[in-house]
């Protein structure tokens, strides 16, 4: 669940020994947050597409992967060595001591088109559970007569850009305690509803449905294409190597750092794949091949139209706050850079503050770059969600973009640096075969990511 990664990050600030006193189970849970997020809704889909046989498989691939690739980035929070080293409190710090300079600004790229294309797809997660509430409340008062019921997802996008034009504007708003426990409270709290409510309809009928080559469509190319989708919202759901190193920055040690964060790693991803593994299976178990995109939103469930409800509200308090976690960086990082080009521009650094009316003793910090350029990235990530309003495709471009480079290639690229493993060692060619195949599989999956936009993009009508 992405809301506790920036608690994450600034709980490790303080750089003492003795102000890290996280735990492998303290980490474990940081993990299991950190991963289990929207990323499950799309997970019956998922499975649908892949079938019976390797749609489980697939999911364990895909785990066993990133706990190993984890397994190597622990071992670089230290520089040079794994336990008595320089700290990396940072995973672009861990990039620069190991891989150098010129590195870095792949790195960058990668994380910041990552954390905003993240929050493109929050927008429309967030906007397609608003509309869902409407929706299913329709639905009820009705009597399932669709007159009426059916809203614009551009309506309740731009309702979800104001609100998080006010949230940005709010000071230190990663110091906030309680955001982290209603992000944990909120994420929890629609996966187990949505576990819930694919049991109860499985044992409505009481039939496995669904088939050992999943969903079959007329061309056979449209079949690859949707496998190809299902990679990458698979790759999406796993992908945490972003947080791994501010997660280490939070243990304590003894014992080593780099050997309790791989304990945590295997507990986390464990519970986190047997999760995966019940909502996929028994979401595919309940619907077959006619799962929907998104479990909450596609029109699956109406009824107990409360409970319902209550799910598609948990994405949207944790979407809200997890939207401002993840544009925190972009912001900052543009505030810097503005403030560092033109150092002397008054209108550029000066804070003003403006009094609350009836509380004279009171006033509120006003920055005119934060004002315009915050509003200016919340606007055009709107925007574009408003042109891309689709939720399977933009996840499955999201996890395409970030795994590879990310959890793969950075992770085995330092490994071998820190070892010093030679090319042409068995070693070597391992590692580099690993990552060309993760490599071919994210490019693969952001082939089938585009090509489901364009056509979607086809049929339906922006704004």
């Not at 509803?193 to 009481?206: E, P, Q, R, V």
């Not at 750092?257 to 507990?267: D, F």
């Amino acid at each position: 669940m992405e809301m506790e990664r920036r608690s994450v990050v600034y709980d490790s600030e303080g750089g003492d020994d003795h102000e890290r006193q996280g735990t492998v189970w303290t980490a474990t849970s940081h993990i299991v947050a950190a991963v289990v997020g929207s990323g499950v809704l799309a997970l019956a889909w998922t499975v649908a597409q892949l079938g019976w046989v390797v749609g489980p498989l697939v999911l364990l691939g895909f785990s066993c992967v990133t706990y190993y690739t984890s397994t190597l980035l622990a071992n670089c929070y230290r520089y040079p060595d794994p336990v008595s080293g320089a700290v990396n409190r940072e995973y672009i710090d861990a990039v620069r001591c190991y891989l150098g300079r010129k590195n870095v600004l792949l790195c960058g790229c990668a994380q910041y088109v990552n954390l905003w294309g993240t929050l493109v797809g929050y927008t429309i997660t967030a906007s397609t559970s608003m509309v869902a509430v409407k929706r299913v409340n329709c639905f009820h008062r009705s009597g399932f007569s669709t007159t009426g019921c059916n809203s614009s997802g551009s309506t309740y996008m731009v309702l979800f850009g104001l609100m998080q034009l006010l949230l940005s504007q709010l000071p230190s708003l990663h110091n906030i305690a309680w955001l982290s426990v209603v992000a944990v409270a909120t994420s929890f709290g629609y996966s187990f509803i949505s576990l819930g409510l694919c049991a109860a309809k499985w044992a409505s009928h009481g039939d496995v449905r669904g088939t050992l080559a999943g969903a079959s469509v007329d061309a056979p190319r449209d079949k690859a294409f949707n496998v190809l989708l299902a990679l990458g919202n698979i790759a999406f759901s796993y992908t945490f190597a972003d947080v791994l190193i501010e997660i280490q920055d939070t243990l304590k040690s003894p014992p080593a750092e780099n050997k309790t964060m791989k304990r945590a790693s295997l507990y986390g991803l464990s519970m986190t794949t047997v999760f995966y593994l019940l909502l996929g299976c028994t979401g595919y178990a309940a619907f077959g091949n006619d799962a929907p995109g998104n479990i909450l939103t596609g029109l699956a469930f109406y009824e107990p139209y409360w409970l319902v409800d209550v799910a598609n509200v948990c994405v949207i308090v944790h979407l809200a706050g997890a939207y401002q976690v993840f544009a925190q960086p972009i912001f900052a990082r543009l505030e810097s850079y503005v403030a560092c080009r033109w150092p002397d521009a008054k209108i550029i650094n000066a804070t003003y503050y403006v009094r609350v009316p009836g509380r004279p003793s009171s006033s509120v910090p006003v920055a005119p770059l934060k004002l315009v350029l915050r509003t200016v990235i919340i606007m055009f990530t709107t925007l574009v969600a408003m042109l891309l309003p689709f939720f399977n495709a933009v996840l499955g471009l999201i996890g395409a973009l970030g795994f590879w480079p990310l959890s793969v290639y950075f992770p085995v690229s330092m490994h071998i640096a820190r070892l010093k493993i030679r090319r042409g060692e068995g070693r070597w060619y391992w590692l580099q075969a690993m990552s060309f195949v993760c490599l071919l599989i994210s490019l693969a999956a952001s082939i089938g990511s585009v090509q489901d936009i364009v056509h979607n993009l086809k049929t339906a009508t922006p704004f």
